[in-house]
Nanobody, 126 residues
Framework: LQLVESGGALVQPGGSLRLSCAAS????????IGWFRQAPGKEREGIAC????????FYSDSVKGRFTISKNNAKDRVYLQMDSLGPEDTAVYFC????????????????????WGQGTQVTVSS
């Protein structure tokens, strides 16, 4: 199983960015896929999750209403659309996956995911 993030960049406050997570070695159906971020000196924070089956989603309060997680099963990709970005969103962003079966829930704890990508840097600055 491999996860590769892309799309990180330097963006101005108020701007938007879309991150992509390319998955290989598994099919989404029985997995939950999460997006996490880690800012310098801070703990890793779970921000969004999507179920492989059904597509239900869950967000942290810090990004709810600004970020949208989605997936394209045909392309084996999960996306994170980030709008209204602020300096507080500056971090390395990771995607992660966990096989939870068809009825597993979407959760945002780091310990609830066993496979991780290498991360992509997002910097929000003027």
């Amino acid at each position: 199983l491999q996860l590769v993030e892309s799309g990180g960049a330097l963006v101005q406050p108020g701007g938007s960015l879309r991150l992509s997570c390319a998955a290989s070695g598994f099919t989404f159906g029985a997995y939950r896929i999460g997006w996490f971020r880690q800012a310098p000196g801070k703990e890793r924070e779970g921000i969004a999750c999507i179920k492989g089956t059904g597509g239900s989603t869950f967000y942290s309060d810090s990004v709810k209403g600004r970020f949208t997680i989605s997936k394209n099963n045909a392309k084996d990709r999960v996306y994170l659309q980030m709008d209204s970005l602020g300096p507080e969103d500056t971090a390395v962003y990771f995607c992660a996956a966990e096989n939870v079966g068809l009825f597993g829930l979407c959760v945002l704890g780091s310990d609830d995911y066993g496979d991780w990508g290498q991360g992509t840097q997002v910097t929000v600055s003027s």
